[in-house]
C-alpha cells in the first residue's frame, strides 16, 4: 500500500495557492574550482544521492472522491533534468541580480503532477562564483521519513573521485483507482470520520483544515498567554500577492558571540535583537509613531529534544513554535536583547532546548531540513497570532563542498502565508551569519532597505561591546 500523505502535509497542498506556494528555498553559492563544476556534474551527482532520498521521485496521487488523504506514488517519468535546471545571470553577475531571481523562482508554484522539488544551477556570478537556488514543498520534507536532499549532497571534503552509478531505478507500479478507492475505504472503516474531513478539506474548507491542523500540532505554541491575543497592527500583515522581493544581510558570528558574553542570553536572543532594531528602524522609515509598548510579534520556530532527553538524528517534528514579542517601541539595543532573553528564557531553561552544538551534530548539512519544519510550524497557524516568521538554524563552522565546489555561503529562503508580507531566514555557515528576507513586492517593495537596517542593528549592538 502507497504511504498515505499526514493530515498535515495534506493541508499545505490544500491550503496552497497561487499568490502563496508553500515551498521552501535555499540559495547556496559556490567558489568554482579550476577543473570546473558544469550542470552535467551536478546532474550526476543528484542522481548518485537520490537513493537515500527516495521521496524525490514520487509525486502525489489523489485518491478519487477525496475520499481519503493524497499518497505518495513513484513517478514513472521522472526525469532528473526536469528538475535540475539551468540558468544563468550576464557576466559578471551582481548579488542584486542573484536575488532577483530568487525571488521570481520562489514566487512559481512547484507543479504538483511531479516530485515537489527544484534546483538551479546559476551561473555567470562576478569572481567566478555559481549558485545554487533550491525548492522543496513543505509537504515533502517531514523530518522523519524525508529530509532536505541538502542534507545528502553537502561533503565536509571535496569529491574528486567519481562516485560509482546506482542500478537503474525502476518505479513501482501504479495503483489504479480501484486500488486507490479499495485501500481509502478499508482505513475508512477503521476511521469513519476522516472520510467527512478529507473531503471537507479538499474542497477548500479552510476552517475544516485549520482544524485538523491544530489537532496534529496540539500545543506545540507554548506561549499560550501570548497566543490568547492577537499581535499588534502592524503593515507586516497585508494581502500577499503573487511577486516577491529577495534580499540578503550578512554578519560575522563572533560579532553576536561577543554581545553574547556581554550580556548573557543566547545568539538566538542576539539575532532576533538585531532582528528587532532592524523592524524599529524600518517602522518609523515608513513614518509610524512607535510608544515604549509598541511590539512585533515574532514567531520563532525552535528545535525540542525528544520525551527522551535525546536530539534524534532527524529531529521529525520536533520543533516548538514560540512567540515572542520584539520590543521595537525600545530605543535602547541592550535593554530590547535584555527583554527578549526574558521572553525567551523559559524555553532556554525548559530542559527541552536544543544548543546549537547539539543541532550540528545531526547527520548532514542540517539547516534546510530545520527551515522546512519550521516553516510548516509557522504556516499551520492563524496569522492574526503573529507578525512575522523568523527561522534561525545554526550551521556547520568549517567549509562544505558541492562536489569539488566550495560553499562560500548560505541562505535561506521563507514562504510566505496569507497576510504575511515578511519572512526571515537565518543560519549561520564558516563564520558567517546571513539572513536571507523574502517579502511581497507590493507591501515589501522596500525589503532590501530592511536588510541594511538589518546590518546596522548588528552594529548597534556592537556598540555595547566596544564602548
Not at 8 to 22: G, N, V
Not at 144 to 164: A, K, M, S, Y
Not at 257 to 285: E, I, P, Q
Not at 382 to 391: D, K, L, P, W, Y
Amino acid at each position: 500500500m502507497p504511504d498515505r500523505l499526514s493530515a498535515l502535509d495534506a493541508s499545505f497542498l490544500y491550503l496552497e495557492d497561487a499568490a502563496t506556494p508553500m515551498h521552501v528555498g535555499g540559495v547556496a553559492v559556490f567558489r568554482k574550482p579550476r577543473a570546473g563544476f558544469d550542470h552535467a556534474r551536478l546532474v550526476k551527482l543528484i542522481e548518485q544521492r537520490l537513493p537515500l532520498v527516495p521521496r524525490y521521485r514520487q509525486r502525489v496521487a489523489e485518491v478519487p472522491g477525496h475520499l481519503a488523504r493524497p499518497v505518495w506514488v513513484d513517478d514513472p517519468s521522472f526525469d532528473v533534468n526536469y528538475h535540475v535546471r539551468r540558468s544563468a545571470l550576464p557576466r559578471p553577475g551582481s548579488d542584486e541580480q542573484l536575488h532577483d531571481l530568487v525571488a521570481r523562482l520562489m514566487a512559481r508554484p512547484l507543479d504538483h503532477t511531479r516530485p515537489l522539488w527544484e534546483a538551479y544551477l546559476v551561473e555567470g556570478l562576478a569572481e567566478g562564483h555559481a549558485a545554487l537556488i533550491t525548492k522543496t514543498h513543505l509537504a515533502l520534507v517531514d523530518g522523519i521519513r524525508t529530509i532536505d536532499f541538502g542534507q545528502v549532497i553537502l561533503e565536509p571534503e571535496p569529491l574528486t573521485d567519481d562516485q560509482p552509478d546506482d542500478e537503474p531505478w525502476e518505479p513501482r507500479r501504479l495503483p489504479g483507482p480501484t486500488r486507490l478507492i479499495l485501500d481509502a475505504v478499508s482505513e475508512t472503516v477503521q476511521r469513519p470520520r476522516e472520510l467527512v474531513e478529507n473531503v471537507r478539506s479538499a474542497v477548500g474548507d479552510a476552517l475544516a483544515t485549520t482544524q485538523k491542523v491544530a489537532g496534529v500540532l496540539g500545543t506545540v505554541v507554548s506561549a499560550i498567554g501570548i497566543a490568547a491575543r492577537p499581535a499588534q497592527a502592524s503593515p507586516l500583515n497585508a494581502p500577499v500577492g503573487r511577486a516577491r522581493r529577495y534580499a540578503v544581510a550578512h554578519a560575522r558570528l563572533d560579532d553576536l558571540r561577543d554581545v553574547r558574553a556581554r550580556h548573557g542570553g543566547t545568539v538566538n536572543d542576539v539575532v532576533l535583537t538585531a532582528v528587532a532594531g532592524a523592524l524599529r528602524s524600518w517602522l518609523l522609515s515608513r513614518g509610524l509613531q512607535l510608544t515604549a509598548s509598541s511590539t512585533v510579534r515574532a514567531m520563532v520556530p525552535l528545535a525540542v529534544r525528544d520525551s527522551d532527553g535525546t536530539v534524534p538524528g532527524m529531529l521529525g517534528n520536533q520543533v516548538t513554535a514560540q512567540l515572542v514579542d520584539l520590543p521595537v517601541g525600545e530605543p535602547s539595543p541592550f535593554v530590547r536583547l535584555h527583554h527578549i532573553s526574558h521572553a525567551l528564557r523559559p524555553h532556554n531553561d525548559s530542559g527541552r532546548s536544543v544548543a546549537a552544538s547539539a543541532l550540528l551534530r545531526v547527520g548532514g548539512f542540517a539547516p534546510p531540513t530545520l527551515h522546512s519544519l519550521g516553516a510548516r510550524a509557522a504556516a499551520s497557524f492563524s496569522q492574526r497570532i503573529f507578525n512575522v516568521v523568523v527561522t534561525n538554524v545554526p550551521g556547520p563552522q568549517a567549509p562544505l563542498y558541492l562536489g569539488t565546489a566550495r560553499m562560500t555561503r548560505m541562505v535561506p529562503a521563507m514562504p510566505l502565508t496569507r497576510n504575511q508580507a515578511l519572512a526571515i531566514g537565518v543560519t549561520s555557515y564558516d563564520g558567517g551569519v546571513y539572513f536571507g528576507l523574502t517579502g511581497d513586492r507590493k507591501a515589501m517593495s522596500d525589503v532590501d532597505a530592511l536588510a541594511r537596517m538589518l546590518e546596522e542593528s548588528v552594529e548597534e549592538l556592537l556598540t555595547t561591546v566596544r564602548a
